[in-house]
């Protein structure tokens, strides 16, 4: 039987891969970090100074080094031409430019691609800005999840603070806000909520009960 397929969208730190892990682990799906795939360009793009400005360039470094993904008992691994970039691509030099990099369209092409085999089979839990709307719009079901600004500022500082990773919050949510803009007003499809997307608002909602709304979502499509 061919699987459904779930999309899940929204800006940054809005806790889509916290709750797209649980939804894939608990339906036995496999999850797809497309954000992952962005950054790993980025990363790519400091360690061998390539120019953020230079499209043709970035192309080229997608085309050399293979993004892949490994599931594992600890959570999934991201490789670019088979080293393991998992750790890397979370540094703040990548989280800053990564919106640079994901505003070019010839970027996007090939990552939508890879993203659309991934998905073929069925059976994905796929999160990031715009499965609903240009990689999987045929996705039996999309989400959208959003929460203020201040809070998932909140959400980033606690995360940090339990890794022992010193921040400020006014800074983090002046990225954060920096992030949701250039992802939201770039012209290659923008962060925005398809229309046959359901809205789930999280700000003062926990991890479980969003993890139970969507269920109750998937459970209607299955
Ligand atoms: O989800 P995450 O915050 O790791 O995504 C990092 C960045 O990758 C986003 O800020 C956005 O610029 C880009 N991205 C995108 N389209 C996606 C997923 C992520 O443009 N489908």
Redesign the pocket.
Known sequence: MHEINIAIDGP?SSG?STVAKIIARDFGFIYTD???M??SVTYLALKYQVSFTDEMALVELIKNYPITFKQTEYGQLVFANGQDITKAIREPAVTNN??EV?AFPSVRAHLVKAQQEIAKPGGVVM?????GTT?LPEAEVKIFLVASARERAKRRYKENQSKGIESDFETLKKEIEQ?DYT?SHRNASPLRQAEDAILVDTTGMSIDEVVTAIKSVVKEKK
Request: charge should be positive.
């Open positions: 940054a889509k497309t954000g992952a962005y950054r990564v919106s994901s999160d990031g800005r715009d499965i990689v992030r992802d």
